[in-house]
């Protein structure tokens, strides 16, 4: 994975732990990935484990 800076590469690590342990949801997750990671949109820099692509608009549209 590659990282916009590595204070959100720490920032995007912890936001995995908190998904992981079911403190955050998915969309939450998806929009952390938006937010670090320098290529969101590539699969294989995904942390879920259906490899479902959502964009941001769509989880800003359902969660508004």
Do not use: F, W
């Amino acid at each position: 994975m590659k990282y916009e800076s590595e204070i959100l590469k720490a920032m995007h690590q912890e936001a995995k732990e908190m998904y992981k342990i079911g403190a955050i949801t998915e969309a939450r997750m998806r929009e952390y990935d938006e937010m670090c990671l320098s290529n969101p949109k590539n699969k294989s820099s995904s942390v879920y484990a259906d490899g479902k692509s959502a964009s941001v608009e769509n989880i800003r549209h359902a969660t508004a």
